[in-house]
């Protein structure tokens, strides 16, 4: 084991398409996926200004923004976006395929994110790049490292494949159960919000009677599936603005980027930050569950983030949240679908905590051989 320069086992790939740029994949910024070490998104065709080539095993590390953690394998030639480093490895100081591991980690990150220059969009550069020290095994190490590290990011990817199984599976019950909603085929009353539910907005500044209260910021509630992470109470957190009360029986919405897919089912009473939505079913007939799987459908979003407007702080208001209307299934149809939703939410839960658990697994062993 000793230490090394990334310059030292691996150099910036430095090559332009100068001729046609047809059959070329092209993949830019976007197509990086945060913390994945594998590409798995890019263009084909079209028109583009690109001209930087990458070969099939050569390292794209997304340079703009650094702390986005950008970094995959290239598993074929193509053309990328000068914003990416092309990165290739010296085959006789390091195994090719270990090199992605050294790359695609928090440590080479936060070297790259101190490196960087530029307030608005912080770009880091390859003469940077390159003096960034970690530890390399000998060879025979080396193979075994990069060996159990792929085993376990086909692993992870395994357990995505499953998370998204589940949700596919739940999309596909709902259209067997309730057909498009859009066409509304079965015949269900088609009704405003207001008939099915309320936006229960009861504001409060006396922070002594709810000091001992969780309190919901938006940065609480996790995207797409409205998990609730890193709360803690109206006192802790030194609330001075009047914030929403709501209960265990209150969907949580979000109102500040609606893209952002934010609806949360508390099961506690609690304060709110006030760009959310305390929203209160009809429990008459709605259910609270089948209410914020609607909330979340590409149905709702598709309704209500061309009306929220304001380019830089998007946000819906009652108004355009009442101006919904549904085609609402029969009260038991809903608890039936709830139910799914619950077991699948469960589900879901266990896989993402087994995910969670091999990805820190594997960051560990990164930092303990290659740090």
């Known amino acids: 084991m000793s230490k090394v320069l990334l310059g030292d086992v691996a150099v910036e790939h430095k090559e332009t398409c100068k001729g046609s740029k047809d059959g070329y994949p092209i993949v830019g910024l976007e197509h990086l996926i945060p913390e994945e070490i594998t590409l798995s998104a890019w263009d084909e065709g079209g028109e583009n200004t690109f001209s930087k080539m990458f070969r099939k095993g050569n390292v794209l ?38 090199l992605p591991f050294i790359i695609q980690n928090d440590d080479l ?67 067997e159960q309730f057909g498009d909603p859009v066409k509304n085929e079965r015949g269900y009353p088609v009704l405003p919000f207001a008939a099915f539910a309320s936006i229960d907005a009861q504001m409060t500044t006396d922070y002594a009677k709810y000091a001992d209260y969780p309190h919901i910021g938006i940065d609480s509630i996790e995207k797409d599936t409205g998990r609730l992470r890193g709360y ?25 980027r609606p893209n952002l897919n934010k609806v949360a089912l508390p099961t506690f009473d609690g304060l709110c930050s006030a760009d959310a939505y305390p929203i209160l079913p ?19 979003l598709s309704y209500i983030i061309p009306l929220s407007g304001r380019t830089n702080m998007p946000k819906a208001n009652r108004e ?29 839960f266990e896989l993402e905590k087994a995910l969670s658990e091999l990805t820190a697994t594997y960051k560990r062993i990164i930092a303990e051989n290659l740090g």
């Not at 650094?66 to 990328?80: H, N, W």
């Not at 008459?284 to 909330?295: F, G, R, T």
Request: with cysteine; proline share 4%; net charge positive.
């Open 61 to 98: 590390f997304g340079r703009r923004r650094a702390y986005l953690k950008k970094a995959a394998v290239a598993p074929f030639d193509g053309i990328c976006s000068g914003d990416i480093t092309v990165i290739e490895a010296k085959p006789d100081r390091i195994l090719p395929e270990l």
């Open 282 to 300: 009809n429990t008459e007939i709605c259910n609270k569950s089948y209410l914020a799987y609607v909330l979340r459908s590409q149905w709702f």
């Open 320 to 348: 355009q949240i009442n101006g919904f209307t549904w085609s609402l299934p029969p009260l038991d149809l809903q608890e039936q679908f709830a139910t799914l939703v619950q077991q699948s939410d469960k589900s879901k």
């Open 232 to 256: 803690r109470t109206v006192a802790e957190d030194g609330v001075k603005s009047g914030k929403y009360v709501f209960t265990k029986d209150h969907i949580i919405y979000s109102k500040i």
């Open 109 to 175: 990150f936060d070297f790259a994110v101190g490196k960087s220059a530029g307030s608005l969009s912080p770009r880091v550069k390859w003469e940077h790049l390159k003096n960034y020290e970690f530890e390399l095994p000998d060879m025979e190490k080396q193979k075994e490292l990069a060996e159990l590290l792929w085993a376990m990011d086909n692993t992870k990817k395994s357990y995505q494949k499953l998370i998204a199984a589940t949700d596919e599976l739940v999309k596909s019950q709902f259209m």
